[in-house]
């Protein structure tokens, strides 16, 4: 089993910047691929973005790309988000996630094992 713990979150203006961490413990963390989901008030939980054991492919949902970079340092048994270009459509609470890289697709939630209890992200307009 691996153990999340989300951090980085907070409050930022539109076209701000923040960058969420995802610090693991637990099982080997580089044995897993790594994804995070949001999910706003009164919203389901929604992919946002996913990289495979070695950071080495990445994936992203379309109003992500481009503003968005999913990172990992499994040496640090840490994941990233860089979160550029921040909009209020961005305002949701941001869970790291975790699944075997065998299983399943890196964009459904239900195929994620484990999950950090989340960060809030607030951008302001």
């Known amino acids: 089993q691996v153990q999340l713990v989300e951090s980085g979150g907070g409050l930022v203006q539109t076209g701000g910047s923040l960058r969420l961490s995802c610090a693991a413990s637990g099982d080997t963390f580089s044995t897993y691929a790594m994804g995070w989901f949001r999910q706003a008030p009164g919203k389901e939980r929604e992919f946002v973005a996913a990289?495979?054991?070695?950071?080495?492919?990445?994936y992203y949902r379309d109003s992500v790309e481009g503003r968005f970079t999913i990172s990992r340092d499994n040496a640090k048994n840490t994941g990233f988000l860089q979160m550029n270009s921040l909009e209020p459509e961005d305002t949701a609470i941001y869970y790291c996630?975790?699944?075997?890289?065998?299983?399943?697709?890196?964009?459904?939630?239900?195929?994620?094992?484990?999950w950090g209890q989340g960060t809030q992200v607030t951008v302001a307009s």
């Open positions: 996630a975790a699944k075997s890289p065998l299983r399943g697709s890196y964009y459904k939630r239900s195929d994620y094992n484990y």
């Open positions: 990289t495979n054991w070695n950071g080495a492919s990445t």
